[in-house]
């Protein structure tokens, strides 16, 4: 059975930063790209961020883009998610997910195995 864990959310002031962790229980992970979703309440899921199975690719959501790094280290099954310049609009429960294949793909259904979701809340 897959397991990721999600850790790092928080509350934390607008302008503030957050890193958010993804860890994998199975080596397999590092065949696959890896992705952050959002949902905020009464929304539907959201595309985030996607790193692909070796880094090499990325892809992130206009509304982040320049302000989130997607990275990942192989070695300890792990995919983070750097949160710069938060603004309120990021609150939300943040899921992370790995794919099927290698390329970092921004659709839900590209991404077969999910995490619970840790929640991160921005005040203005």
């Known amino acids: 059975q897959v397991q990721l864990i999600e850790s790092g959310g928080g509350f934390v002031q607008a302008g503030g930063s957050l890193r958010l962790s993804c860890t994998h229980s199975k080596r397999s992970f590092t065949s696959v790209a890896t992705a952050w979703f959002r949902q905020a309440p009464g929304r539907e899921r959201e595309f985030v961020a996607a790193?692909?199975?070796?880094?090499?690719?990325?892809r992130y959501s206009d509304s982040v883009k320049g302000r989130f790094t997607i990275s990942r280290d192989n070695t300890n099954n792990t995919v983070y998610l750097q949160m710069n310049s938060l603004i309120p609009e990021d609150t939300a429960v943040y899921y992370c997910a790995t794919g099927a294949g290698p390329a970092p793909y921004s659709g839900a259904r590209n991404y077969n195995d999910w995490g619970q979701g840790t929640q991160v809340t921005v005040s203005s």
């Open positions: 790193i692909s199975r070796a880094a090499i690719s990325t």
